[in-house]
């Protein structure tokens, strides 16, 4: 599980590879957080979330669309995901983080332009995501 920067002239973009889908999603939230630099509280959270969508690509973005969503209403971070269930076009779980007083940077939507998310022959996955910041 890792992810990397890609660089890219006016957005921000991730390649993010993963064992499983599930992980995936994970590590995809992961790199997202940890770039926005949040200043932490200690004051753990917990927000359930259910996304459908047609595909794979959907689902990934959608969910960390959601991610944004939320953190910006509760003012939080998510760094971790508790995935309940999960299949083909849905996904339902909690998204894990904690209160926050700030950010360094924001990232203000991930968009569906350029974004792929592949399973590899030897059952790895991978995604590629573009984010307006």
Avoid at 8 to 25: I, K, N, R
Avoid at 104 to 128: C, Q
């Amino acid at each position: 599980m890792s992810y990397r920067q890609i660089d890219h002239t006016a957005d921000l973009s991730f390649e993010v590879t993963a064992g499983s889908f599930e992980e995936l999603l994970g590590e995809a939230l992961r790199a997202m957080t940890e770039w926005s630099g949040p200043e932490w509280s200690s004051e753990r959270v917990e927000r359930d979330f259910r996304i459908e969508a047609p595909d794979r690509v959907a689902l990934l973005v959608d969910l960390l669309n959601e991610a944004l969503a939320l953190s910006q209403i509760h003012r939080e971070a998510y760094d971790a995901l508790s995935i309940r269930s999960s299949g083909e076009m849905f996904v339902e779980g909690s998204f894990l983080g904690r209160a926050i007083s700030g950010a360094r940077d924001e990232v203000k939507a991930v968009t569906y332009h350029g974004a792929k998310v592949e399973e590899r022959a030897d059952g790895s996955w991978l995604a590629i995501l573009l984010m307006d910041i």
